[in-house]
Antibody, heavy 116, light 108 residues
């Protein structure tokens, strides 16, 4: 059974940092690109960042480039998103997903709240 | 960046009736279009990819059609579990895989 489990969310002040993790099981993690997506409260889906299967290529939405860093540890079957200089508009539920340009498998989501 | 639009924003349908959702792209996607279903408090679920191929476990009452810039998701006979928000997503120009704003299907 494929499972993706996000962790690391929570409340952070504007300008602060958080590191999200996504632990994966049920498929060969190192064979797939992975992405982070997010959904602000009451809003639609927004792709945030993607990383190739071996971590050699990374991609970012304009809204987070320079502030967020995606990475992965294939030995631990884990995907990461380091989020710095957080803004109020970054508040959302963040999802990790297996990326084959379509998102077949998703985590349950983790909430990030940015507020003073 | 390719812009995606969906119509209508809300579709009110009675159980057992047919629902037809539309998705339009600002430029041609070929068949590189996916549909997702999202229920409150849940992650999205992939329904359709390649414009018309059902994902694993998706019932035959859900179908996709279209190509180029115009796409349709049809649910032939709405079941209680089908009331949800539906998103289309283009992946012809990736990244990003841009999503439409969604269509909410609610009970009439």
């Amino acid at each position: 059974e494929v499972q993706l489990l996000e962790s690391g969310g929570g409340l952070v002040q504007p300008g602060g940092s958080l590191r999200l993790s996504c632990a994966v099981s049920g498929f060969t993690f190192s064979s797939y690109a992975m992405s982070w997506l997010r959904q602000a409260p009451g809003k639609g889906l927004e792709w945030v960042s993607a990383i190739s299967d071996n971590g050699g290529r990374t991609y970012y939405a304009d809204s987070v480039r320079g502030r967020f860093t995606i990475s992965r540890d294939n030995s631990k079957n884990t995907l990461y998103l380091q989020m710095n200089s957080l803004r109020a508009e970054d508040a959302a539920v963040f999802y990790c997903a297996r990326d084959r340009k379509v998102y077949e498998f998703w985590g349950q989501g983790i909430r990030v709240t940015v507020s003073s | 960046e390719i812009l995606m639009t969906q119509s209508p924003a809300t579709l009110s349908v009675s159980p057992g009736e047919r629902a037809t959702l539309s998705c339009r792209a600002s430029e041609s996607l070929g068949s590189n279009l996916a549909w997702y279903q999202q229920k409150p408090g849940q992650a999205p679920r992939l329904l359709i990819y390649g414009a018309s191929t059902r994902a694993t476990g998706i019932p035959a009452r859900i179908s996709g059609s279209g190509s180029g810039t115009e796409f349709t998701l049809t649910i032939s006979s709405l079941q209680p579990e089908d009331f949800a928000v539906y998103y289309c997503q283009q992946y012809n120009d990736w990244p990003p895989g841009t999503f439409g704003p969604g269509t909410k299907v609610d009970i009439k």
